[in-house]
């Protein structure tokens, strides 16, 4: 694979999937065969959607895409992609449409598996007689995850936090280090693997990610090439930073995945945009489709109402040219070549104009700005201005909740104890105090018991009265707070997420060795701070495959970063990683993933089911 002019996982898992898979196909057996038909399953359908559209794929000669698990109509003289899991159903289904050879689905096969096929199944492929002749082409394409944006990657899981229940008897590290394989393999990285010494699950998925490395070496042989500079995998897990999920962010789209019912395929009921809803009627997506949602997502809300405002106004200035020059029939094509795609322009003003003020009503309801100071002061442990906070101030804002404000709702409150749990140690008597307050015996619950199997030794601790659990923000931290704060107009949040921290660290390779140990071999120089130079190569910013102005292919001399985060990443990180690339903290491609990604109410509702047996991927 060539990577000129790759950048992204998006971009690198289309050229896997159109270029090196498709396109070789159609290259190998002629221009001549007509259009292909692609067949797909439901695991390798959510792949496929995530980094392209319809229209790309008849552009590649496909003239129809069918699932596999449906009635097909039979095309006996046309070729077919199979691009499905390597799973016993679909390969079942496979052997179905050639049970009979006199009377195949399809003339002649391509078949390309998302990961590799075990040899069981490899063997009931061969001894078909129908389809074994007709195989024309075999490949595991390596492509088992989902990209939800640019660089940010997904398993397509439900939040599961099981694997930390003590009962628990899924083998999931061999799952999430082979999927978090086929990531590396798509970037032809071949890394070096550090992962966070606290936690003995990230041990194990490291170590097993490293011997299926060696092992998807050894099957490629000579003809591998990884890139270079070779990059770096961190493997941490979700008890690394319990604030981060929880806390609420003044960021358009950590608000609007907070607060609004976003679907599975990022869409929004208008009508209901607060609810669940099951109804197909009256959606609107989010998506790399929309450029608002591009130029948007990762900016402060006030700042999204004030370029609502001015954006709209040039897009309504520039309409009404467009209609003047309508009248003129002879200019008219000119006028709609020059203003392409209005109806659904109009339509994405109006859409964002409804949720951001939808958002903010939301937040007004419930003081958002001032529950985000009490957050920010219960994590860090100081004032907006660097000063220290007394712990006995915190403990009096949380006794008053109700009282400070009024309109929150349980699931505010809880999240709000939670974070005063996840950073001080407090008496039983105070926990089992507080969940009296709670009408949910589920939320009570997640205090009293289910957040200990997170790593929190509470209730029970002997203390007499709450403690602080670590030190106070590092001044080195503050300072680089209020470096983000000036040079923003809007409020900034105090605490980053550590999983940033993490990023930014490594970009500098200061990060520490004896928390997040290499397994095997490390950097040369690795733990040493020096400042990354380069001679002959861009050093263009990086984006995670988001900001529509920063198009232009990139050339990157540093080694990318690729973060796996076991248990879920939450939106108000991967916010973070995004503006610390923007603002040139970062200056390296970096990619980061989990098995699924969190909500402040889908990882409440995976601590409540922390003790369910079985883990979904």
């Keep these: 694979m060539k990577n000129q002019g790759l950048n992204t996982l998006k971009d690198y898992t289309r050229f896997r999937l159109l270029n090196d898979t498709i396109n070789h196909i159609k290259s190998k057996y002629g221009e001549t065969l007509g259009y292909y038909v692609l067949v797909v399953d439901s695991e390798s359908l959510k792949v496929l959607s995530s980094v392209c559209k319809m229209y790309d794929l008849i552009s590649y000669k496909i003239s129809t895409v069918e699932q596999l698990s449906l009635v097909r109509k039979r095309f006996p003289s046309s070729e077919a992609i199979y691009l499905i899991s390597p799973t016993e159903s679909s390969v079942s289904k ?5 049970k009979v050879p006199s009377a195949p689905q399809y003339n002649c096969v391509h078949l390309c598996f998302t990961s590799s096929l075990p040899d069981s199944l490899m063997a009931l492929i061969s001894q078909s007689v129908g389809l074994a002749p007709r195989i024309r082409t075999f490949r595991e394409l390596n492509v088992n995850f989902l990209v939800k944006d640019g660089d940010v ?38 890394p070096y693997v550090q992962y966070y010494g606290g936690s003995y699950s990230c041990k194990e998925v490291a170590t097993i990610f490293q011997a299926k490395m060696k092992e998807l070496i050894s099957k490629a042989g ?13 493997i941490l897990d979700r008890t690394y930073d319990l604030n981060a999920p929880l806390m609420h962010d003044y960021c358009y789209e950590s608000i609007i995945y907070d607060i609004l019912s976003v679907n599975k395929d990022g869409a ?8 669940e809803s099951k109804e197909a009627k009256n ?23 004030k370029c609502l405002s001015v954006d709209l106004k040039e897009f309504t200035s520039v309409s009404k040219k467009l209609n003047a ?107 089992e105090f507080f969940v009296k307050g709670f009408t949910s015996q589920s939320y009570r619950d997640i205090v009293l018991t289910k957040l200990e199997m997170l790593g929190q030794g509470w209730p029970g601790s002997e203390v007499k009265k709450p403690q602080r659990k670590e030190l ?29 921290k993490v990023a930014l660290e490594a970009s500098q390779r200061t990060l ?12 040369a120089g690795y733990g040493k701070s020096h400042a990354a130079k380069s001679k002959g190569f861009s050093f263009r910013r990086a984006r995670m495959g988001l900001m529509e102005e920063d198009k232009e292919s990139e050339v990157w001399s540093q080694p990318r970063i690729v973060l796996f985060v076991v248990g879920g990443v939450s939106h108000q990180e991967i916010v973070a990683l995004f503006k610390l690339q923007k603002n040139g903290k970062i200056n390296c491609p970096l990619t980061i993933g989990s098995d699924c990604i969190v909500t402040p109410k889908s990882f409440i509702e995976s601590i409540g089911r922390i003790d369910e047996v079985g883990l979904d991927i």
């Design 94 to 98: 496979l052997l179905e449409d050639f």
């Design 153 to 190: 990657f997904h398993f397509g899981a439900l939040p599961n936090l099981s694997m930390y229940s003590p009962k628990t008897t899924a083998q999931w590290t061999a799952t999430f280090a082979e999927r978090l394989l086929t990531v590396c393999s798509t970037f032809l990285e071949v």
């Design 222 to 234: 000579p003809s591998f090439h990884p890139h270079e500079p070779k990059g770096i995998v961190i």
């Design 268 to 275: 929004i009921n208008l009508d209901r945009m607060t609810e």
């Design 283 to 305: 959606l609107m997506y989010l998506g790399d489709n929309d450029p608002l949602w591009n130029k948007y997502r990762y900016m402060h809300i006030g700042e999204v109402f």
């Design 325 to 431: 020059k309508a009248k003129d029939l002879n200019k008219l094509q000119e006028a709609l070549s020059a203003m392409p795609n209005h109806k659904e322009i109009m339509g994405s003003y109006q859409f964002h104009s409804r949720i951001a003020q939808e958002c903010s009503n939301v937040y007004t309801k419930i003081d958002h700005a001032n529950l985000i100071k009490l957050e920010q002061q219960i994590i860090t442990g100081l004032n907006g201005d660097g000063s220290e906070l007394d712990s006995k101030a915190i403990i009096n804002a949380i006794s008053r909740l109700g009282l400070d404000f009024p309109n929150m709702t349980e699931e505010d409150k809880l999240r709000l104890y939670l974070l005063y749990l996840v950073n001080f140690t407090v008496p039983k008597k105070d926990a």
């Design 472 to 500: 106070k923000m590092k001044r080195e931290d503050f300072e680089l707070y209020k470096e983000r704060a000036g040079r923003s107009q809007v409020a900034e949040i105090m605490y980053l997420p550590k999983v940033a």
């Design 512 to 523: 520490s060795v004896a928390e997040f140990p290499f397994l095997g071999e490390a950097p």
